[in-house]
C-alpha cells in the first residue's frame, strides 16, 4: 500500500484546510484508514480514523470541527479526506495518514498543517 498525502498549509485560526490521502496498490486488504499528527515536542496523536464500514472515530479535541471521509473509486485507488473546520493554533502540527492492513501498518510522508492565532 502506497499513500500521498497532500493539502496541508497556512491558515488563520478560525478557518478550514482539507487534507487528501490518496491509497494505491493493494488497497482491498486496508481494514480501516486513519490521520495523525505530531506536533513539535509531543508524541504521535490519533486525529480521525474512518473503517471499511464507515464508522468513524475522532480524538476528543477534534470532534465537531473535523471530519474524516474516505471515496474508493475502484479496487486500485482510495482517497480519504480529512476537512478540518474552525481551525485552533493547537492544531499546528504535522498530519500523517495511516492505512491498516492486518499484518501491517502504513504511513504516508507528513504534511504540515500550520495555524496562526
Known amino acids: 500500500v502506497q499513500l500521498q498525502a497532500s493539502g496541508g498549509g497556512l491558515v488563520q485560526a478560525g478557518g478550514s484546510l482539507r487534507l487528501s490521502c490518496a491509497a494505491s496498490?493493494?488497497?482491498?486488504?486496508?481494514?480501516?484508514m486513519g490521520w495523525y499528527r505530531q506536533a513539535p515536542g509531543r508524541q504521535r496523536e490519533l486525529v480521525a480514523r474512518?473503517?471499511?464500514?464507515?464508522?468513524?472515530?475522532?480524538?476528543d479535541s477534534v470532534k465537531g470541527r473535523f471530519s474524516i471521509s474516505s471515496i474508493s473509486t475502484d479496487n486500485a485507488e482510495n482517497t480519504m479526506y480529512l476537512q478540518m473546520n474552525n481551525l485552533k493554533f493547537e492544531d499546528t502540527a504535522v498530519y500523517y495518514c495511516?492505512?491498516?492492513?492486518?499484518?501491517?501498518?502504513?504511513w504516508g510522508q507528513g504534511t504540515l498543517v500550520t495555524v496562526s492565532s
Open positions: 474512518i473503517d471499511t464500514h464507515g464508522t468513524t472515530y475522532y480524538g
Open positions: 495511516n492505512a491498516r492492513t492486518r499484518p501491517t501498518s502504513y
Open positions: 496498490g493493494s488497497i482491498i486488504s486496508i481494514i480501516h
